[in-house]
C-alpha cells in the first residue's frame, strides 16, 4: 500500500480546511521563536497564515508536492508540529509525530478518545487537549459537522486539558 493510499480515504472527511477561528486558540500557547512545521499545509492554509501572522517562523509540507508525512521530515530545524491532519489512520498520524519527541498539536475528533488507539499511544505520555466550547465548522463542510474537535498534544500545553471559547466572527 502506499503512504498516499494511507494519508488520504477515498472518502470526503480528509480534506476539511481549518477556519481561521480554529486556529486562532492555540496561538496564545506558542511561543514567537518557535519554529513550526505544519506537515499537511500548503502555503494558502489557514495554519500556514495564522502562524506566520503570530511572528513564527513556518515550514509547511504536503503530501501534493511529494512530502509524504510518513517519510518526510523538513531539512531545516523545527520546533513544533501544528496542523490539522487527514482524519484516516489517525494512530499512524500519531505514532509517527510521536516519533520525533518534539511536542505537537494536532486538531483532532473528539470521537478519537472513544478509539483504543489514543489510550494506547499515550499510555506513558501525557496526552493534553485544546477543547473549546462548540464544534468547528470545516471549510467547504457547511453546517453539517457533527463531531466536535480538540487539538490532541504533547508537551506543549501548560496542563493536560485547556477549554477555550471560539470565535466564528474571527
Request: hydrophobic share 35%; proline share 6%; charged share 25%.
Amino acid at each position: 500500500m502506499k503512504s498516499r493510499d494511507i494519508l488520504y480515504s477515498n472518502g470526503n472527511n480528509d480534506e476539511c480546511f481549518t477556519p481561521p477561528y480554529g486556529i486562532i486558540p492555540i496561538l496564545e500557547f506558542l511561543d514567537k521563536e518557535a519554529v513550526v512545521w505544519c506537515p499537511f499545509d500548503t502555503e494558502d492554509s489557514h495554519f500556514v497564515k495564522e502562524i506566520t501572522s503570530n511572528g513564527n517562523k513556518v515550514i509547511y509540507s504536503h503530501i501534493s508536492k511529494g512530502q509524504d508525512f510518513f517519510n518526510y521530515e523538513p531539512e531545516e530545524p523545527w520546533d513544533i508540529i501544528i496542523s490539522n491532519p487527514p482524519f484516516t489512520n489517525k494512530r499512524k498520524i500519531f505514532e509517527r509525530a510521536l516519533s520525533f519527541n518534539k511536542p505537537f498539536a494536532l486538531l483532532m475528533s473528539l470521537t478519537w478518545l472513544n478509539d483504543s488507539a489514543p489510550k494506547q499511544l499515550f499510555f506513558e505520555k501525557d496526552l493534553q487537549l485544546l477543547m473549546f466550547d462548540k464544534r468547528i465548522k470545516f471549510i467547504g463542510q457547511g453546517n453539517k459537522i457533527t463531531f466536535s474537535s480538540a487539538y490532541y498534544c504533547w508537551n506543549f500545553l501548560p496542563k493536560q486539558i485547556v477549554m477555550r471559547k471560539i470565535n466564528e466572527g474571527k
